[in-house]
Antibody, heavy 121, light 107 residues
Framework: QAQLLESGGGVVQPGRSLGLSCAAS????????MHWVRQAPGKGLEWVTF????????YYADSVKGRFTISRDNSENTVFLQMNSLKAEDTAVYYC??????????????WGQGTMVTVSS | ERVMTQSPATLSVSPGERATLSCRAS??????LAWYQQKPGQAPRLLIY???TRATGIPARFSGSGSGTEFTLTISSLQSEDFAVYYC?????????FGQGTKVEIK
């Protein structure tokens, strides 16, 4: 069945960089747009970024614009999140999520298990 | 940015009873509204999209309604597995935004 598996989380100092990966399996990855969503400890969900199926369209939350970059490698069935200039407020579980395959509906039907990013000195 | 406000923050309900959760958008999102369920330590699960369409495999006791700025998620008869946090999310505009969540707890 369709699965997403994030990796790359860890502890990083403020101002440093970290890259996350999300490996997809069980579905035709190239047909789907993808998102990253994060959740700070004990808090709600925050949408972070989107990439279209072919990588030509990308959107970012204002809180990460200019610091985070989403990309994908359809030959490797993987989506990436490069996070630069990290701040304490970026501490969260980061989920990758698949956009549902229903035209015009931008909701998240498959989620990974999440990877924890802690920004601390 | 569309601000999504959910109420109440916490809902105490007995098993078998009905639960009604509300979500309000700061500006219209038409019917571009989804609901998710999240249990502790787990990723969210999609319940409803298009304000009222159940996602694949979601039991019929979950129903959604509303359009514009006012939305409701109803769980007709709460089962033990339904005690969780519920989030609404709009996808009418960028950035995509979530409500702050409603926790449904056992009364």
């Amino acid at each position: 069945q369709a699965q997403l598996l994030e990796s790359g989380g860890g502890v990083v100092q403020p101002g440093r960089s970290l890259g996350l990966s999300c490996a997809a399996s069980g579905f035709t990855f190239i047909s789907y747009a993808m998102h990253w969503v994060r959740q700070a400890p004990g808090k709600g969900l925050e949408w972070v970024t989107f990439i279209s199926y072919d990588g030509t369209n990308r959107y970012y939350a204002d809180s990460v614009k200019g610091r985070f970059t989403i990309s994908r490698d359809n030959s490797e069935n993987t989506v990436f999140l490069q996070m630069n200039s990290l701040k304490a407020e970026d501490t969260a579980v980061y989920y990758c999520a698949r956009r549902i395959a229903v035209g015009g509906i931008d909701v998240f039907d498959i989620w990974g298990q999440g990877t924890m990013v802690t920004v601390s000195s | 940015e569309r601000v999504m406000t959910q109420s109440p923050a916490t809902l105490s309900v007995s098993p078998g009873e009905r639960a009604t959760l509300s979500c309000r958008a700061s500006q219209t999102v038409n019917s571009n509204l989804a609901w998710y369920q999240q249990k502790p330590g787990q990723a969210p699960r999609l319940l409803i999209y298009g304000a009222s369409t159940r996602a694949t495999g979601i039991p019929a006791r979950f129903s959604g309604s509303g359009s514009g700025t006012e939305f409701t998620l109803t769980i007709s008869s709460l089962q033990s597995e339904d005690f969780a946090v519920y989030y609404c999310q709009q996808y009418n505009n960028w950035p995509r935004t979530f409500g702050q969540g409603t926790k449904v707890e056992i009364k």
